[in-house]
């Protein structure tokens, strides 16, 4: 079983570099299967296409609400440091996972297939709608006051975005990025608090 896991995941990984060097469009296959050190036949005996295969790989290599434990954060006192939390761990999480992020949006650019680009906009939006549902459950339980919850999420996130895209530009260490990550947490904590807290 570990084998089996072992090739998938050469095959992820191969899939990441060929895309990264050729694009979308040139990423072969061949080249794909040779990269992971696996026999053509076998990407289309598991997979059936290219396009399946690129969907997969979608669903395996970039961000996933499996990584923000709810329950965890909902044992934290109160909802400032639900906020904190929930913040914190999605800006790393979107952090780590730029570099995959920015290949497959690249991809998108040069690829028409619906289905490819509604896979990789899906992943993204799912820690949005994950956080919108979020800041519904606590003004259900009488935490915060009611509000548009989805725009609020959008505005978060997209400012969540753009911070990691620059930090994963620059060219720094860990104690840099852990910067950027609490002065981002700590400015939009302060923000939903300030706008959703009750008096």
Do not use: W
């Amino acid at each position: 079983m570990r084998r089996v896991t072992d090739s998938r995941e050469n095959l992820m990984n191969a899939i990441l570099e060929q895309v990264r060097e050729t694009g979308y469009k040139n990423a072969t296959t061949k080249k794909i299967a040779e990269r992971a050190g696996m026999n053509e036949a076998s990407i289309f005996r598991i997979f059936g296409n290219k396009d399946q295969l690129f969907l997969e790989a979608v669903y395996q290599k970039t961000i996933s609400t499996d990584e923000i434990d709810l329950d965890v954060i909902s044992s934290l006192p109160d909802f400032r440091a639900r906020v904190d939390c929930f913040l914190d761990t999605a800006f790393y999480l979107y952090y780590r996972q730029m570099a995959i992020f920015r290949i497959f949006m690249l991809s998108i650019i040069e690829e028409t297939d619906t289905k490819y680009r509604h896979a990789v906009f899906s992943r993204v939006q799912s820690i949005i709608d994950l956080f919108c549902n979020f800041l519904q459950d606590e003004c259900d339980k009488g935490n915060i006051r009611s509000a548009d919850f989805s725009m609020i999420s959008d505005i978060v996130f997209s400012a969540l975005l753009i911070t990691a895209l620059r930090v994963t530009g620059e060219k720094h260490g860990e104690h840099s990025i852990r910067d950027s990550a609490n002065e981002f947490v700590q400015k939009y904590t302060d923000f939903l608090c300030r706008r959703l807290m009750l008096s």
